[in-house]
């Protein structure tokens, strides 16, 4: 089976001026429209294997002390091969270089799969964005066959 270490894939800043994978970036969030939020406004980072991208992530500041990941997508074929949880820790290294206290990340409250994934990378619940996905979204998004109303707000210190 396929693991990051035998695809041997690298993480990368997105070159100034390359095309955004939108593609990827729509696996982890609904429209372009709220992409294009904070993607301006971020660092992207690429996870590129064989000269493909199949992975991203994207961490935009905010607060002084305080960076979020405000996307991660794996391309689906290569999901479940720990390619998530790489992105996840690569996040802390560049946020601890960037001398930053904290990091969070924001889900649906139907989203079993990335709860885990973050819990188990330590990060804790600590705010709820009620009606988050049903104020900001024309339409109703359903994971796991439950529609997500609020967003989950985790964060971990690495400081
Ligand atoms: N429920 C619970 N756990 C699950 C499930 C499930 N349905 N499916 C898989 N898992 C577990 C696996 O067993 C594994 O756990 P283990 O390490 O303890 O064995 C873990 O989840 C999988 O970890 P990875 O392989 O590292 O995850 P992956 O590479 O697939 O990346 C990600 C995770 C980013 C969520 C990916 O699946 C993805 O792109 N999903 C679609 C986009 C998305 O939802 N992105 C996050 C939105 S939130 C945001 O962007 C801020």
Known sequence: MDTPSNING???RLYPGEAIPYDLLLL???T???I???IYDSDVYVYEAQN???AIYVLQVTGSDEIEIKNIAVEKRHQNLSIGKLLLRDAEIKAKEKGFGSIIIGTGDASIKQLYIYQKAGFEVFDIKKNFYIDNYPEP???NGIQLKHMLVLKKKIR
């Open 10 to 12: 690298k993480v990368r």
């Open 52 to 54: 493909e991208i199949i």
């Open 32 to 34: 372009e429209a709220a």
């Open 28 to 30: 982890a969030d609904e």
């Open 141 to 143: 998004i359903f994971e």
């Open 36 to 38: 294009n939020r904070y």
